[in-house]
């Protein structure tokens, strides 16, 4: 009783918190990133004043949100306009319930160190080699990946609503750009993950990881093409400069979230921001071999598993994480039916015949 | 062809990229304005000043009325009577209303004795449209050495 | 309804402005929308209308100028030089060399600074968020010049009828040639980060075409007008204050596209910085203003005195009745009349061109309204 | 402070006097002012310099050819300073200007258009147009002058340029501009009483009515 409680509820919640603590904390940390980098990208040097080079900033930022007024438009609808930024938010956060950030056995050797202080030591062999507990992820589902795609394509729900619901022009701009956006790279995106599908023929993520590792190599190499259409379709799902379309501050004015103010805001911010995280953690999954050290089979490199799965796993989301402030840093504003013309017209034929070269390539040599 | 490969290869992209990574770490060019002083110009204008012989301490000022006459927004009252001795006119008061000053600097322009001057402080928002009015003794004490004046730089 | 939409349905009508973080100030823009497609624009404008015509009426000759500063308060160098050059044609005042060319340079560098301001503006507002802060970097040295010379950042105070108010600091040519031995290299930064950018391309090429016919018809001038071929800079076609002693280029445009027009102000920041080096070089010696009477009464008489701003033809019409006060003085504002020009331009364009189109007029609001 | 709040006042007052003291406030005359000639302001000439002042053009093609074409609507033919100034006739205005705009002196581009108020004057109003060829290089300027009451016709259809010029006109002087395609106030509020720029507005004064029903408030210091 006691091994099943702990199995499927306890080390399961334990695990969810943590997680969602760390994302919140990471997001967090991520705007304080991203106001330095852009800072220091622009020769200047982003906070300074809250706490050591501004390293307080976030949580002030945070205090400040939930301290100012949450105005809602008078003749907006007040349900839809309260809850489109949970709607926005959550999937964000379910997403990562099934991001492997380690390998299966990455908390056996915690486990075997804390669990001893309650149970006997069968019950903690039970519990261990459940298969459920050690993993460095929350679950390990077969449908990972169409769980991902399924409920990240909700977030941008949150965003249609809320700025139909605000009952205001630019909002209502906004929600329908991004709506457009979402139907045009949302395709995209899907043919390219199809193509690493067919490679590692698993749905789960920890198994493709797994395979990666089998394979000896990471799947960027076997599909690069597939990994640049995923990272600019991933720019475009994050909303993120150069897709930032359905925000846009200069064209209108802040886009779906104009009428959005104090903590209503800030979740939309912080759904913006876990999306961020999430695309980093999905391309690393799929593309940059997960929690894999780099060359994962080149044995005299092994020194290089001395640092933690999970150090890994982080070190390549910071990167890509990187690259996202780096790129909006630099690059203009696409437009509107500009960005859908290269959806359509450019980014779907490419992941199309990704897929189809890919699926004969492998067709030929199974 | 060289063209479409640029194109292709997003070769201009990664350059922008790559001016961008080099600025990333190159040297800043913030000034840390409240906590670090701002290096203004000798000739900046700011708040006015009416000066006084530093030897005698007695103001500069000869009640002309030049700047009063100067001022395009007509901002500057000099009051003064005649000595009857030494037939000079002496200044009693002189009002300066900030509020709606210029900064054109006309006044110390005009001045023939130096008394007026726009000196290099520039911090001078108040809490109230009165305190905007600066009076003779105000403006001999110059503005950083006002009290209850909070100087934002140290 | 002007056109029918395309999907039959109602007409979007959306207030850009005059609270819009890419009007450049109180500019508001009443836009009829076909989903995002301009059918119609409207611009209301006068929200910062301070009557500084009228001011002028009623503030002697020399008390006029600090208010032209805060007409076109990016260009307040360039606006001075036009005034100070007008009365000093009326009253037929003799301004020394040194004046001259220190004047010349000022407003070159007064140049590059609107330019510069436009840039970054520009690029912000089709997302370009780093050049924004690059071209500040360069603008501020500019301003620590106009600092150093005039005593102010931005409402400068220019100039004075018959030359200047003071010289040349010490150390102030050094400065000034470090900037201009440093700028180019900026001006290719910035290019290196739009030029060729596809994105950046892609939102340019194309946006607001206007033929040169069209172009002078509906009056505009500066870089607009010269992005459709016409080339008509008044430092060049109607010579004023000493620009025919230099050697510059006047670039001119094909397509009269947003495009064109940055490539223009580009290469007139270039070109200004040659004009500078020129000034720098042959900077003579001697007194800085000419004789100018106590009291500035110019005869009966008007004069128009056209100068090329950095927004395009700068003129004022000053009509003396022989008091000291100004009857009248008539500012051409450049901007005003290029600013008409937008309803036509946007016509068919999205919203997202708007802002690109606004922003490759480069409107002032303080000198449209006045 | 209070000495130097009256020159602002004074000035407008200032123009009637003028007038009687014998200078030409109106210099370039209107349709009765051409026996006024403007007279360089002999008796305050320094004997040194030459004060510039108005010259009659001689030997000019473009006012021979408008006089030779409207033989009524050339009022007169002047220079100052370099700059050839041309008055016309209110009536013929709108074809003068579309001939010069359409012949081949093609004066395309109008640089400016403006308007003066000389108060007191039957015909107080006086138009200024500047234009420019950018063929020739020509910069000219035509003057027509109108009573307040009467209609001046529009150049918006000769140049687009002129329909905001035309509303700013409208709006700072009351001209009233026949035919233009919109005429409404541009840079005041559409309702909005009074024309700023004319003589006998005084600085100070503003619209009492609006300012209290719009900006609400109550005491509007005078």
Same mark, same amino acid.
């Given at each position: 009783?006691?091994?099943?409680?702990?199995?499927?509820?306890?080390?399961?919640?334990?695990?969810?918190?943590?997680?969602?603590?760390?994302?919140?904390?990471?997001?967090?940390?991520?705007?304080?990133?991203?106001?330095?980098?852009?800072?220091?990208?622009?020769?200047?040097?982003?906070?300074?004043?809250?706490?050591?080079?501004?390293?307080?900033?976030?949580?002030?930022?945070?205090?400040?949100?939930?301290?100012?007024?949450?105005?809602?438009?008078?003749?907006?609808?007040?349900?839809?306009?309260?809850?489109?930024?949970?709607?926005?938010?959550?999937?964000?956060?379910?997403?990562?319930?099934?991001?492997?950030?380690?390998?299966?056995?990455?908390?056996?050797?915690?486990?075997?160190?804390?669990?001893?202080?309650?149970?006997?030591?069968?019950?903690?062999?039970?519990?261990?080699?459940?298969?459920?507990?050690?993993?460095?992820?929350?679950?390990?589902?077969?449908?990972?990946?169409?769980?991902?795609?399924?409920?990240?394509?909700?977030?941008?729900?949150?965003?249609?609503?809320?700025?139909?619901?605000?009952?205001?022009?630019?909002?209502?701009?906004?929600?329908?750009?991004?709506?457009?956006?979402?139907?045009?790279?949302?395709?995209?995106?899907?043919?390219?993950?199809?193509?690493?599908?067919?490679?590692?023929?698993?749905?789960?993520?920890?198994?493709?990881?797994?395979?990666?590792?089998?394979?000896?190599?990471?799947?960027?190499?076997?599909?690069?093409?597939?990994?640049?259409?995923?990272?600019?379709?991933?720019?475009?799902?994050?909303?993120?400069?150069?897709?930032?379309?359905?925000?846009?501050?200069?064209?209108?004015?802040?886009?779906?979230?104009?009428?959005?103010?104090?903590?209503?805001?800030?979740?939309?911010?912080?759904?913006?921001?876990?999306?961020?995280?999430?695309?980093?953690?999905?391309?690393?999954?799929?593309?940059?071999?997960?929690?894999?050290?780099?060359?994962?089979?080149?044995?005299?490199?092994?020194?290089?598993?001395?640092?933690?799965?999970?150090?890994?796993?982080?070190?390549?989301?910071?990167?890509?994480?990187?690259?996202?402030?780096?790129?909006?840093?630099?690059?203009?504003?696409?437009?509107?039916?500009?960005?859908?013309?290269?959806?359509?017209?450019?980014?779907?034929?490419?992941?199309?015949?990704?897929?189809?070269?890919?699926?004969?390539?492998?067709?030929?040599?199974? | *062809?060289?063209?479409?490969?640029?194109?292709?290869?997003?070769? $201009?992209?990664?350059?922008?990229?790559?001016?961008?990574?080099?600025?990333?770490?190159?040297?800043?060019?913030?000034?840390?304005?409240?906590?670090?002083?701002?290096?203004?110009?000798?000739?900046?204008?700011?708040?006015?000043?009416?000066?006084? $012989?530093?030897?005698?301490?007695?103001?500069?000022?000869?009640?002309? $009325?030049?700047?009063?006459?100067?001022?395009?927004?007509?901002?500057?009252?000099?009051?003064?009577?005649?000595?009857?001795?030494?037939?000079?006119?002496?200044?009693?008061?002189?009002?300066?209303?900030?509020?709606?000053?210029?900064?054109?600097?006309?006044?110390?322009?005009?001045?023939?004795?130096?008394?007026?001057?726009?000196?290099? $402080?520039?911090?001078?928002?108040?809490?109230?449209?009165?305190? *905007?009015?600066?009076?003779?003794?105000?403006?001999?004490?110059?503005?950083?050495?006002?009290?209850?004046?909070?100087?934002?730089?140290? | 309804?002007?056109?029918?939409?395309?999907?039959?349905?109602?007409?979007?009508?959306?207030?850009?402005?005059?609270?819009?973080?890419?009007?450049?100030?109180?500019?508001?823009?009443?836009?009829?929308?076909?989903?995002?497609?301009?059918?119609?624009?409207?611009?209301? %404008?006068?929200?910062?209308?301070? /009557?500084?015509?009228?001011?002028?009426?009623?503030?002697?000759?020399?008390?006029?100028?600090?208010?032209?500063?805060?007409?076109?308060?990016?260009?307040?160098?360039?606006?001075?030089?036009?005034?100070?050059?007008?009365?000093?044609?009326?009253?037929?005042?003799?301004?020394?060399?040194?004046?001259?060319?220190?004047?010349?340079?000022?407003?070159?560098?007064?140049? %590059?600074?609107?330019?510069?301001?436009?840039?970054?503006?520009?690029?912000?507002?089709?997302?370009?968020?780093?050049?924004?802060?690059?071209?500040?970097?360069?603008?501020?040295?500019?301003?620590?010049?106009?600092?150093?010379?005039?005593?102010?950042?931005?409402?400068?105070?220019?100039?004075?009828?018959?030359?200047?108010?003071?010289?040349?600091?010490? /150390?102030?040519?050094?400065?000034?040639?470090?900037? @201009?031995?440093?700028?180019?290299?900026?001006?290719?930064?910035?290019?290196?980060?739009?030029?060729?950018?596809?994105?950046? @391309?892609?939102?340019?090429?194309?946006?607001?075409?206007?033929?040169?016919?069209?172009?002078?018809?509906? /009056?505009?001038?500066?870089?607009?007008?010269?992005?459709?071929?016409?080339?008509?800079?008044?430092?060049?076609?109607?010579?004023?204050?000493?620009?025919?002693?230099?050697?510059?280029?006047?670039?001119?445009?094909?397509?009269?596209?947003?495009?064109?027009?940055?490539?223009?102000?580009?290469?007139?920041?270039?070109?200004?910085?040659? %004009?500078?080096?020129?000034?720098?070089?042959?900077?003579?010696?001697?007194?800085?203003?000419?004789?100018?009477?106590? @009291?500035?009464?110019?005869?009966?008489?008007?004069?128009?005195?056209?100068?090329?701003?950095?927004?395009?033809?700068?003129?004022?019409?000053?009509?003396?009745?022989?008091?000291?006060?100004?009857?009248?003085?008539? %500012?051409?504002?450049?901007?005003?009349?290029?600013?008409?020009?937008?309803?036509?331009?946007?016509? /068919?364009?999205?919203?997202?061109?708007?802002?690109?189109?606004?922003?490759?007029?480069?409107?002032?609001?303080?000198? @449209?309204?006045? | 402070?209070?000495?130097?709040?009256?020159?602002?006042?004074?000035?407008?007052?200032?123009?009637?006097?003028?007038?009687?003291?014998?200078?030409?406030?109106?210099?370039?005359?209107?349709? &009765?002012?051409?026996?006024?000639?403007?007279?360089?302001?002999?008796?305050?000439?320094?004997?040194?310099?030459?004060?510039?002042?108005?010259?009659?053009?001689?030997?000019?093609?473009?006012?021979?050819?408008?006089?030779?074409?409207?033989?009524?609507?050339?009022?007169?033919? =002047?220079?100052?300073?370099? =700059?050839?100034?041309?008055?016309?006739?209110?009536?013929?205005?709108?074809?003068?200007?579309?001939?010069?705009?359409?012949?081949?002196?093609?004066?395309?581009?109008?640089?400016?258009?403006?308007?003066?108020?000389?108060?007191?004057?039957?015909?107080?109003?006086?138009?200024?147009? #500047?234009?420019?060829? #950018?063929?020739?290089?020509?910069?000219?300027?035509?003057?027509?002058?109108?009573?307040?009451?009467?209609?001046?016709?529009?150049?918006?259809?000769?140049?687009?340029?002129?329909?905001?010029? &035309?509303? &700013?006109?409208?709006?700072?002087?009351?001209?009233?501009?026949?035919? #233009?395609?919109?005429?409404?106030?541009?840079?005041?509020?559409?309702?909005?009483?009074?024309?700023?720029?004319?003589?006998?507005?005084?600085?100070?004064? =503003?619209? =009492?009515?609006?300012?209290?029903? #719009?900006?609400?408030?109550?005491?509007?210091?005078?």
């Amino acid at each position: 009783m006691m091994e099943t409680l702990l199995i499927y509820a306890v080390i399961p919640l334990i695990k969810i918190a943590v997680v969602v603590l760390a994302v919140l904390l990471a997001v967090a940390y991520l705007t304080w990133l991203e106001r330095k980098l852009l800072g220091r990208i622009q020769v200047r040097l982003g906070p300074m004043r809250v706490g050591w080079h501004g390293l307080l900033q976030p949580i002030a930022v945070g205090l400040k949100f939930v301290i100012k007024e949450d105005i809602i438009p008078a003749r907006a609808d007040r349900l839809v306009f309260s809850l489109a930024p949970m709607v926005s938010f959550i999937p964000a956060l379910v997403v990562f319930s099934v991001i492997p950030f380690g390998p299966p056995d990455m908390l056996s050797g915690l486990l075997r160190w804390v669990l001893p202080l309650f149970l006997d030591p069968a019950s903690v062999n039970r519990v261990i080699e459940s298969g459920v507990t050690t993993g460095g992820y929350v679950a390990n589902v077969n449908i990972a990946i169409l769980l991902v795609f399924s409920v990240s394509s909700v977030g941008i729900l949150g965003i249609i609503l809320g700025g139909w619901a605000s009952n205001s022009k630019y909002p209502l701009l906004g929600a329908l750009r991004s709506s457009a956006q979402m139907v045009s790279y949302e395709v995209s995106l899907g043919f390219t993950i199809l193509s690493v599908l067919l490679v590692a023929q698993t749905l789960s993520l920890v198994d493709i990881v797994q395979k990666q590792q089998a394979a000896g190599v990471w799947y960027v190499f076997v599909q690069p093409v597939a990994f640049v259409l995923f990272f600019i379709c991933g720019l475009a799902e994050t909303n993120r400069l150069p897709f930032d379309l359905p925000e846009a501050e200069s064209e209108l004015v802040g886009g779906y979230h104009t009428e959005y103010s104090g903590f209503r805001f800030a979740i939309y911010f912080l759904a913006e921001y876990a999306g961020m995280i999430t695309i980093s953690s999905i391309a690393v999954t799929l593309f940059w071999g997960g929690w894999l050290r780099p060359f994962p089979n080149v044995a005299w490199l092994g020194f290089l598993d001395l640092v933690p799965s999970v150090v890994w796993f982080m070190a390549k989301v910071f990167v890509f994480l990187y690259i996202f402030i780096w790129v909006r840093g630099t690059l203009p504003r696409f437009r509107f039916d500009q960005l859908m013309q290269y959806g359509w017209k450019i980014f779907l034929p490419l992941a199309i015949a990704n897929l189809v070269v890919t699926a004969a390539v492998m067709l030929k040599f199974s | *062809m060289i063209g479409f490969l640029r194109r292709i290869l997003l070769i $201009d992209i990664f350059k922008g990229l790559a001016l961008t990574l080099r600025y990333t770490y190159s040297k800043v060019y913030t000034e840390q304005y409240p906590r670090e002083k701002v290096k203004l110009a000798e000739r900046y204008r700011g708040a006015p000043r009416l000066n006084n $012989d530093p030897e005698t301490g007695e103001t500069l000022c000869i009640s002309c $009325d030049l700047c009063a006459e100067a001022c395009p927004e007509d901002l500057i009252v000099v009051s003064s009577v005649r000595d009857p001795e030494s037939r000079k006119k002496v200044l009693t008061e002189y009002t300066f209303d900030t509020s709606r000053c210029l900064f054109c600097g006309l006044c110390q322009e005009v001045c023939p004795t130096n008394a007026i001057e726009l000196t290099q $402080d520039f911090e001078l928002a108040t809490y109230d449209r009165k305190s *905007m009015l600066w009076n003779r003794a105000r403006l001999e004490k110059g503005w950083d050495r006002i009290e209850g004046h909070k100087v934002y730089h140290k | 309804m002007d056109e029918p939409t395309i999907l039959d349905a109602q007409e979007l009508e959306i207030n850009m402005g005059p609270q819009h973080p890419a009007t450049h100030g109180v500019l508001r823009v009443k836009l009829k929308l076909d989903g995002e497609r301009v059918l119609d624009a409207d611009c209301v %404008i006068g929200y910062l209308h301070r /009557g500084v015509e009228k001011i002028s009426e009623n503030r002697t000759y020399t008390k006029c100028l600090p208010y032209y500063d805060r007409t076109d308060y990016i260009a307040a160098v360039s606006n001075a030089l036009g005034y100070v050059l007008g009365v000093e044609k009326l009253m037929e005042i003799e301004v020394p060399e040194r004046a001259v060319t220190v004047r010349i340079m000022m407003t070159e560098f007064n140049r %590059i600074a609107s330019h510069l301001l436009w840039l970054a503006t520009h690029a912000l507002d089709i997302g370009a968020l780093t050049v924004f802060l690059y071209c500040f970097r360069e603008r501020e040295e500019i301003l620590k010049l106009f600092e150093n010379l005039f005593g102010a950042r931005l409402t400068t105070h220019a100039f004075r009828i018959g030359g200047l108010w003071m010289d040349l600091p010490p /150390g102030f040519e050094e400065a000034a040639r470090k900037f @201009i031995d440093e700028f180019p290299a900026r001006v290719d930064e910035y290019e290196q980060l739009l030029t060729n950018n596809r994105i950046w @391309i892609d939102r340019t090429k194309g946006i607001g075409v206007i033929s040169g016919e069209e172009a002078i018809d509906y /009056g505009l001038s500066g870089p607009p007008l010269r992005g459709s071929g016409v080339p008509y800079d008044l430092r060049r076609s109607r010579p004023y204050g000493g620009y025919d002693q230099y050697e510059f280029d006047v670039p001119v445009g094909l397509n009269g596209d947003t495009y064109d027009r940055y490539l223009i102000r580009m290469e007139e920041m270039r070109q200004s910085r040659r %004009i500078i080096q020129q000034t720098l070089d042959r900077l003579p010696g001697g007194p800085i203003r000419g004789k100018v009477p106590r @009291i500035i009464k110019p005869p009966v008489g008007e004069y128009y005195s056209g100068i090329e701003g950095p927004r395009g033809e700068l003129g004022y019409y000053i009509v003396s009745d022989g008091s000291a006060f100004p009857f009248r003085v008539r %500012i051409r504002p450049p901007t005003f009349i290029n600013l008409q020009a937008l309803k036509r331009l946007v016509k /068919g364009h999205l919203v997202a061109d708007v802002i690109a189109i606004i922003g490759t007029l480069d409107v002032v609001l303080g000198e @449209i309204d006045r | 402070m209070s000495e130097e709040n009256k020159p602002p006042g004074a000035a407008p007052e200032d123009q009637p006097e003028q007038k009687k003291s014998g200078a030409p406030a109106a210099p370039a005359g209107g349709g &009765e002012a051409k026996a006024a000639q403007p007279k360089p302001p002999a008796a305050k000439k320094p004997p040194a310099k030459k004060l510039p002042s108005y010259e009659e053009l001689t030997d000019d093609p473009l006012l021979k050819d408008l006089r030779g074409r409207f033989p009524n609507g050339i009022v007169s033919g =002047q220079s100052f300073l370099g =700059q050839p100034i041309y008055t016309t006739a209110l009536e013929l205005l709108g074809d003068v200007m579309l001939y010069l705009r359409g012949s081949e002196w093609a004066f395309d581009y109008l640089v400016d258009l403006t308007c003066l108020d000389y108060l007191g004057d039957p015909k107080r109003l006086c138009m200024v147009y #500047h234009l420019y060829s #950018h063929k020739s290089g020509r910069l000219i300027r035509i003057k027509a002058r109108a009573a307040a009451d009467e209609m001046v016709p529009s150049m918006s259809t000769i140049w687009r340029t002129a329909d905001w010029l &035309e509303r &700013e006109a409208f709006d700072m002087y009351g001209v009233e501009f026949s035919g #233009h395609p919109d005429l409404r106030r541009i840079l005041l509020p559409e309702d909005w009483v009074g024309y700023p720029l004319r003589k006998d507005y005084d600085i100070k004064l =503003q619209d =009492q009515a609006w300012i209290r029903k #719009h900006l609400r408030i109550r005491k509007v210091p005078e």
